[in-house]
């Protein structure tokens, strides 16, 4: 075993390595924006009290939230950044109030949180706009 070949490699191998740094004070909650044609058109609170991740179907429970504009603003840049048009943007709460940190973007927003949402049709509203995406497609 060549050691110092194996250091080579693990070094030109660290630009694709991804570090996280853990954001304790999220542990067991964040927060999905769901963003469709340029709108934030629902928010929630993902929390799992019992688990370092927030994910519903791992024991969790979804809180609805109502996020500053500039939450809003930033998760719709975002999306437009990527050219997403429908899915949601998920962050996670910092150490002080109104701080949050970006976490990532989904495709898929996970149709039980759009059928659990207490603001009325965003379900509706969601399907529609998928809809209208495949009118524009074809």
Not at 27 to 39: A, F, H, N, P, T
Not at 64 to 75: S, T
């Amino acid at each position: 075993l060549d050691i110092s070949k194996l250091i080579e490699e693990i070094e030109q191998l660290k630009e694709m390595i991804k570090e996280y740094e853990a954001i304790m004070s999220s542990k067991g909650r964040d927060l999905r924006l769901i963003v469709l044609g340029g709108q934030v058109v629902d928010a929630l609170v993902r929390v799992n009290p019992g688990s370092f991740t927030s994910n519903v179907h791992q024991g969790g429970h979804v809180e609805e939230f109502d996020p500053p504009q500039e939450l809003n603003d930033a998760a719709v840049r975002f999306a437009e950044a990527i050219g997403m048009v429908m899915g949601s943007i998920d962050f996670l709460f910092g150490e002080n109030e109104g701080e949050f940190y970006l976490c990532e973007a989904n495709s898929s927003v996970g149709l039980p949180y759009l059928m659990d949402s207490t603001r009325g049709d965003v379900s509706k509203r969601y399907l529609d706009g998928m809809n209208r995406l495949l009118e524009l497609v074809r």
